[in-house]
């Protein structure tokens, strides 16, 4: 999977005695302008999220508590990232597949959207993913 595709970015971890401050700012930490902020919990063992791509949002997404793994589809490859440290996020771009799975009791899945939410632009079956990505692979050439 390309580079492009995906990141991991570390923000700034900012120690003190009283306890750890980690921030992220639109256009300088992360790179979109932030519209939109959301954040998944309590979700029961064996339980997945995700399971769409975008068309245009990109996202980034941070495991603020706990831990649990992300699965990048490009429709050509998949890699898998495990995330569990609050100062360290995923940028995941447009026309990617993701997956969130194996979630860790308690943990907290923190995502910062660059764009608000739309239903037109979510690919919510595989067989639509694959077929967006043919389509916009053809465009390019």
């Not at 009283?18 to 921030?23: F, H, I, P, W």
């Not at 979700?43 to 941070?62: L, M, T």
């Amino acid at each position: 999977m390309e580079t492009s595709e995906r990141t991991l970015i570390d923000l700034p971890k900012i120690f003190d005695i009283r306890g750890n401050l980690t921030v992220a700012e639109s256009l300088h930490h992360v790179p979109f302008d932030i519209k939109r902020v959301y954040w998944t919990y309590d979700i029961p063992a064996g339980e997945s999220r995700g399971g769409h791509a975008h068309k245009e949002c990109r996202e980034f997404i941070i495991a603020v508590s706990g831990s649990f793994s992300v699965t990048l589809d490009n429709g050509h490859e998949k890699e898998t990232f495990h995330l569990n440290h609050p100062w360290q996020g995923l940028l995941v771009e447009t026309g990617i597949w993701r997956t969130l799975e194996d979630f860790s009791s308690g943990s907290v899945c923190l995502v910062l959207a660059s764009e608000e939410f739309l239903e037109a632009d979510y690919i919510r079956e595989y067989d639509d993913f694959v077929r967006y990505i043919q389509e916009n692979t053809e465009e390019k050439k």
